[in-house]
């Protein structure tokens, strides 16, 4: 049970129970629900209700059986003394059908229950009324009581498959999503050192072409001045070279003359 349906059933109460009653003033050991469960065992009161052989005293008895096995005595203690309440055993009247009514719908208004879908508090409260329904029928007949309970218990074991399923499909989802986000983290990490190299290489790559551009400009400069001074050579060699043409000329023709 929720947190939330322990504080609707806490506070909610369609049941119909007796009295209190004072049972003990010394502290003393409480039946757990399944013990109570066990005591009051419903192969038992088959078999005592298909004997169609008891007496009102025994019917009562069978029909109180049945009844508890709705609901399970109360038991609390208040300063040492043990207090004791069971579901009442008083037929009935249409007044208090309507007023099982009235309750019903306001409390589905008051804890504001959703009208469509999963709700606790819903849930909650159709269960206590279908329990006052089955105390109801039980006494005026044991055996339907019975058969409502097991109905009862049916449709609660199916209602707790579903929430099995619900909540290892839920689980399911979760591992899914922790799985997605883990490998999301991984990614964004290999991404972030991926981006990292990639900075890296292009600082290199900057580096090396801003080298190879001042390796390029150097060997045109030098390449430049070789050719200038290669230039400078030829033009000095071509000058010694009309010089020394413009002297063998000049000794040679007196000598023709």
């Known amino acids: 049970m929720t947190t939330i349906e322990r504080v609707i059933s806490s506070e909610v109460n369609l049941v119909q129970f007796d009295v209190p009653k004072l049972i003990s003033t010394k502290p003393m050991p409480t039946l757990t629900t399944q013990t109570k469960q066990n005591k009051y065992s419903m192969e038992n009161n088959v078999r005592s209700m298909d004997s169609g052989d008891y007496v009102d005293e025994a019917k009562q008895h069978n029909c109180t059986e049945v009844l508890n096995s709705i609901l399970p005595p109360r038991e609390w203690e208040i300063d040492g003394k043990i207090f004791s309440q069971q579901i009442s055993i008083q037929p ?142 030829l033009d000095g060699v071509k000058k010694a070279n009309q010089l020394v043409k413009d002297q063998l000329e000049s000794i040679v023709t007196p000598k023709r003359k």
Not at 106 to 120: D, F, H, M, Q, R
Not at 145 to 168: A, C, F, H, N, P
Not at 174 to 185: A, D, N, V
Request: hydrophobic share 30%.
């Open 92 to 233: 009935a009247t249409n007044r208090d059908v309507k007023n099982l009514v009235n309750k019903f719908d306001s409390y589905l208004k008051e804890y504001n229950a959703k009208e469509v879908g999963i709700c606790p508090i819903k849930q909650e409260i159709y269960s206590q009324c279908f329990n006052e329904v089955i105390r109801q029928v039980t006494l005026n007949c044991a055996e339907r009581g019975y058969m409502l309970i097991r109905i009862r218990d049916e449709l609660q074991m199916t209602i707790d498959g579903y929430k099995e399923v619900y909540e290892s499909a839920l689980a399911h989802g979760i591992r899914k999503s922790l799985q997605r986000e883990h490998r999301r983290t991984e990614l964004l990490k290999s991404a972030n050192y991926l981006r990292s190299d990639n900075e890296r290489f292009e600082a290199e790559l900057k580096k090396i072409t801003l080298k190879t551009e001042k390796i390029d400009q150097d060997t045109a400069e030098e390449r430049n001045a070789l050719v200038k001074r290669l230039t400078e050579e």
